[in-house]
């Protein structure tokens, strides 16, 4: 079973629910409600990950795609290891418009963050260390929770973060500066960062590559002025051949994944792609990624 931060008012599209709902899946399959008191038992002295999906994604399809996830990164720790998942869902379904950094869908992930940071900090505390990641839109709803947030973060993880690159130096410094590591997954041959990004409003085609106000997302190039950033550990660019594209990251085969160790880090350029491309690695290898830089 999974554990959800669920912030959204209906299962598809609508807007943000006016709190933080806790939430589970059961062994049967069935989507219901946690109390608090149970979900603190369930979190005290571990070590906890907290995980946000992105943007036109559903409800079910949100539990499905990070219960799936979850499910790999606490494969890959010991049996008897303190560690706990938890999934965030929010409507990221509820506007679906032309980009990725304008119109209001960023509001959205924004004032997602803004519910759930203080919750964090008023319910979590039992936890031994708390961790985030995020995949596309997520980063903003991550990066505002933690912008909301006193408590210490461990580690942060943006997968195919569809968000400026230079969120971590500008409009999110604060809560980059109150994590200890962060770690970024970027892919040059993610499709919808590169063609949607920064494209998309009413100054499309005015604003290139080169103009002050121009920036590429964080998942399709990675952080700009890295050098500014002391607690970001690189390497962050999946290799070209892999072809990884937006919808890799967090995906569901419905093969089963072959038995395969995929690298816990980012290879070099040319490295051949795990099990030859066998179905089930790309969430293989982000689980690894993400599951290796929490140990």
């Known amino acids: 079973m999974t554990m959800f931060l669920d912030v959204r008012y209906q299962p598809v599209g609508g807007g943000l629910a006016g709190q933080v709902n806790l939430n589970q899946t059961t062994d049967a399959g069935d989507y219901m409600s946690l109390s608090l008191d149970e979900f603190k038992s369930r979190i005290a002295g571990r070590n906890l990950l907290i995980a946000s999906h992105g943007y ?39 506007i679906w418009a032309h980009g990725l950094d304008y119109a209001d869908e960023p509001k959205i992930a924004d004032h997602a963050g803004e519910l759930i940071g203080p919750y964090v900090d008023q319910n979590f505390q039992d936890a031994a260390t708390i961790s985030f990641a995020s995949h596309s839109l997520g980063a903003r709803v991550v990066l505002a929770t933690i912008q909301h947030m006193s408590t210490r973060v461990r580690r942060l993880t943006l997968m195919a973060g569809a968000i400026d690159d230079n969120c971590l130096t500008a409009g999110f410094a ?25 494209l998309g409003n009413f100054i499309a085609g005015i604003i290139d590559e080169g103009h002050p106000w121009w920036h590429a997302a964080i998942g399709h190039h990675g952080p700009a002025k890295k050098k500014q950033l002391t607690n970001f550990q690189p390497p962050y660019m999946i290799p070209d051949c892999w072809h990884f594209n937006h919808g890799n990251y967090l ?6 994944a072959p038995d395969l160790t995929p690298p816990c880090d980012v290879p070099p350029q040319n490295t051949p792609a795990p099990a030859g491309g066998a179905t089930g690695w790309q969430e293989a290898f982000t689980a690894a990624f993400v599951s290796a830089r929490l140990k």
């Open 174 to 198: 604060d809560a980059a500066a109150n994590v200890d590591t962060i770690s970024v997954l970027a892919s040059k041959k993610d499709t919808v960062l590169s063609h949607l990004y920064p």
């Open 56 to 94: 036109n994604v559903c409800r079910a399809e949100g539990i499905q795609t990070l219960s799936n996830w979850g499910s790999l990164v606490a494969g890959n720790f010991p049996a008897g290891e303190p560690f706990a998942f938890v999934g965030i869902l929010w409507p990221g379904d509820s």
């Open 251 to 256: 995906q569901v085969d419905t093969v089963p």
